[in-house]
């Protein structure tokens, strides 16, 4: 999740530029899928200085009401996980044609 043309847009500072770009898309109901490969705890780090962080993309999605169903379902707070989540599935497709 690097941008070679802009290290501020790394990790988090992508999804915060998109919803910053798409923001009026926002207004229409709305699902995101895929995982922010982010923690608050890298939030203040100065030497990585990003467009935004966690607790502004956070923000974004809470005024508009979009919510994380993994954090909702498991009680736990989004950019505070104390717990592993990584959960790969590998599914064998055999197409003929």
Known sequence: M???NDVRKRYVGQVYSAL???????ANPTI???????????D???SYPLY???????NIL??????SI??????????KNQDLH???????INLTI
Do not use: M
């Not at 995101?32 to 890298?42: K, L, R, V």
């Not at 990584?86 to 064998?92: E, K, L, P, V, Y």
């Open 86 to 92: 990584f959960i790969c599935t590998i599914t064998r």
């Open 52 to 58: 935004g962080n966690l607790a502004d993309v956070t």
């Open 2 to 4: 690097n941008d070679a």
């Open 70 to 79: 993994y954090h909702e379902f498991f009680k736990r707070i989004l950019g």
């Open 32 to 42: 995101i899928i895929g995982d922010f490969n982010w923690n608050a705890i890298w």
């Open 20 to 26: 910053s770009y798409y923001k009026e898309l926002l």
């Open 44 to 46: 203040s780090k100065p």
């Open 62 to 67: 809470g005024d508009k009401g979009i919510r």
